[in-house]
């Protein structure tokens, strides 16, 4: 029973730090004037579902020292509740079902890059914003990032060792804190870089955004039916170099 309390425990860290993740799309979904056709409602039910099950979850288990298998476990169940929730903005926003929004949600979170999405480019900025950020936050591993909520210093090191295939090494110096600091800095530094290169090639500000986000993950979602050969038929030649590099 208390593997399972640490398990539940640290996955409603993590849920809790993921219902943070709307604000970004509901945002822009604002800034759009989005909130006639689409509600706010598609961003504030999957955070108040992550908010309420995570905090229900840290209350309620004690979190205790993560063994490998423990850590397995959390990572195998984070990976898919949170594509379950992540689902639902597309469920409540396109015309797909459950099951569709869960593919492609989860295609975002594991950076597969394989969409079920047409039309792409008539979609609402804020659902396009959300594709990209789940390609994001999946490029170095979900857990890397909610890691820095946690308090248990022997459990970061086994549970960073369950996404070492996205951080490239389970051992790091000259400590976790630092290492996972340095990580995301030089993966957001990276990101920030792609972004005004594609903007000075000639995208506009959330496309460049977007494309960034999802060239630097790897995942390859993109704001267009033909990819990055959209821009190439608008007369943005360098555009897929930026990107290859």
Known sequence: MRRYSSVLHYLGTVLVAFSLLQAAPLLISVIYRETVRF??????????????V???????FRPRRLTLGTAMAVGALGWFGLSLVGAIPYWLALDLTYLDAFFETTSGFTTTGATLFTGLSLLPKSILLWRGLTEWIGGLGIFTLFLFVMREGGGRHVLI???????????FSPGLFSSLRILWSIYAGLTLGCALLLFVEGMSPFDAAIHAL????TGGFSNYDRSIGYFAAAGYPHAASIEYT
């Not at 060792?161 to 051992?171: G, L, T």
């Not at 999802?214 to 993950?217: C, G, H, K, L, Q």
């Open 39 to 52: 509600p706010m409602r598609i961003y504030v039910i999957p955070a108040g579902i992550s908010l309420f």
């Open 161 to 171: 060792s369950a996404e070492a295939h996205k951080a490239a090494s389970a051992r």
């Open 54 to 60: 995570g905090l229900s979850l840290v209350l309620l």
């Open 214 to 217: 999802t060239t630097v993950s």
